[in-house]
């Protein structure tokens, strides 16, 4: 369980931070630009969440929890001696992806094919999807920034992945089945 007496320490103070392996590193360092992006994401689930009703309120639920145990797997480098930690470091587990395909799909089976692009868009609900789609896809690109040089979770990567794809499918479901959608008209303005 997590206690917080005392809100700022100071310590972070000179512009560094504490992972959660204790090591210190720059509040600007890829890793966590990758993690504070999460806890952006979260953030801008929560404001979708006010106009969200239903399954998808439940699912969004379970998406912040989600985000924040991927907080968690990405403020914690991997490291060969995990075993030995006080206490185990807390990974996106596989079964965490596959919910969301599995989401993706239950949601995906009554909507019509694209024939285009879509705006962002719609519904309220909608266009808030697509807000947190692109946050996911900008977290996701980090955390690839990250693995590129250091050690990542696989299944965070994964996960971030298939976040995007879930908003994305998500929004559609929001803006009536897909009835709703702003479709992209290339060229339209010039």
Known sequence: MVVLNK???RTGDKGDTALGNGERVAKHAVRVNA???ADELNAF?????LEAEGEIDLALSRIQNDLFDLG???CRPEMDKDAEADYPPLRIAAAQVERLEA????MNKDLEALRSFILPGGTRLAAQLHVCRTVARRAERLATDLAASEAVNPA???YLNRLSDWFFVAARVANDGGKADVLWVPGANR
Do not use: M, S
């Not at 689930?45 to 969440?49: E, I, K, P």
């Not at 989401?103 to 239950?106: G, L, Q, S």
């Open 7 to 9: 809100i700022y320490t």
């Open 35 to 37: 993690y504070g992006t």
């Open 45 to 49: 689930v929560g404001v979708a969440r």
């Open 72 to 74: 968690a797997d990405l």
């Open 103 to 106: 989401e993706i799909d239950e």
């Open 156 to 158: 965070a990567v994964k």
